[in-house]
């Protein structure tokens, strides 16, 4: 089927819903290409404590369908699908999913970020099975056993740490035998007696695929190279996250890292918007991906009403047009 847009906002995260309760607010029936994994990053997190309103917390899921039937009641329109090419050459730009060719006006980014995986078969068939790859999700399922967590990060610093609320003992496999951590982050790893450390080593495989759960992991030592095997009852992977942008690979630009670049959230091509995770290596957080799709969906309010006050599609009047969105 062919649609015709003036907005479409690729992504149904934090930072996708929210543009899209702005944009159809501001009565540009935006369509919302959801993703298959629709939600995000929030549907694989429990409790959501941080983000402001909700003084018990809320689960990660429940706070995302909330947003989605916040954003349907104002008149978003969903497509349950991935997107699975975009010609952002020229506007309208053109989506294309399995079954519909999208021409929009105005896009905004929301695709979030995905976590990064070690890449091992093993790791993949046990996910869920005693491998994750967050443990504000799962941590809990871990009350006095003992876990590993991958990576020299923040992260794997800060969930080591978070995992000995549960677990008898946590250890911290790392490649190098520095931290990528801050000082401060590694410092209370380091001096919590419940997490230990194997350094300069890989993990070489997970076991045991045939019993269906994590029973020990395998370890190199990249220095010596001697594989050694440790009884475990998880595996953390906290080694990063890697946006997705695949999509627009050649027709934005890009930081070194992968993320698109963005000067508040405008893009290098006119009329295309990104916000959330796609676009933030640093906060990362529910509530900043929310704040910056309701920048991007302001943005491209202003700039479609620009055009279309100039009747058609040249240079906005007002690059930084202020208008009562309440
Ligand atoms: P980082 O990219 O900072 O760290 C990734 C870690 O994983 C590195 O130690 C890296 O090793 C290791 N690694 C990467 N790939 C592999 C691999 N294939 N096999 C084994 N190890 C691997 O990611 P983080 O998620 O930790 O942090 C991302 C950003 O978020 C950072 O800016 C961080 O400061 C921030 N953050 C801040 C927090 C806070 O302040 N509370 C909490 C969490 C994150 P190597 O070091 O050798 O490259």
Redesign the pocket.
């Known amino acids: 089927m062919i649609i015709n847009k003036k907005l479409t906002i690729l992504g149904s995260g934090s930072a996708g819903l929210t543009a899209a309760i702005y944009a159809a607010r501001a009565n540009l029936e935006p369509l919302v290409i959801q993703g298959l994994q629709a939600g995000g990053q929030l549907t694989i997190t429990s409790d959501v404590e941080n983000f402001p309103g909700f003084p018990n917390g809320i689960l990660g899921p429940e706070l995302m369908e909330e947003m989605h039937k916040q954003a349907e009641r104002f008149g978003t329109q969903f497509i349950y699908d991935n997107a699975e090419s975009v010609d952002l050459s020229q506007r309208p730009f053109k989506i294309k999913t399995s079954s519909d060719e999208i021409y929009t006006d105005t896009l905004i980014i929301g695709t979030g970020a995905s976590a990064?995986l070690?890449?091992l078969p093993s790791e993949s068939k046990l996910m869920g099975h005693g491998v994750s790859a967050c443990a504000t999700c799962d941590g809990f399922f871990f009350r006095d056993k003992e876990v590993f967590v991958?990576?020299?990060?923040?992260?794997?610093l800060?969930e080591a740490t978070f995992l000995t609320r549960f677990a008898s003992k946590v250890t911290v496999i790392?490649?190098?035998d520095s931290?990528?951590?801050?000082a401060i982050?590694a410092k209370r790893a380091q001096s919590n007696p419940k997490v230990h450390f194997i350094l300069d080593s890989?993990?070489e495989d997970i076991l045991d695929v045939e019993q269906g759960q994590v029973t020990a992991v395998r370890i190199r030592n990249l220095k010596t190279n001697e594989v050694s095997e440790h009884a475990a009852d998880g595996i953390f992977i906290?080694?990063?996250?890697k946006p997705n942008t695949e999509l627009f690979a050649g027709q934005l630009e890009l930081t070194e890292n992968g993320y698109i670049k963005t000067h508040g959230v405008k893009t290098s091509v006119k009329g295309v918007f990104a916000a959330g995770d796609v676009q933030d290596?640093?906060y990362?957080q529910a509530i900043t991906a929310a704040g910056t799709g309701c920048m991007a969906a302001l943005e491209a309010q202003w700039l479609i009403e620009n055009e279309a006050e100039e009747g058609g599609k040249g240079e906005g009047k007002s690059e930084a047009k202020h208008a009562c969105t309440h």
């Open positions: 990064k070690l890449g991958v990576g020299g990060g923040d992260t794997a800060e790392h490649r190098r931290f990528r951590a801050s982050m890989v993990v906290a080694i990063g996250h290596e640093l990362r």
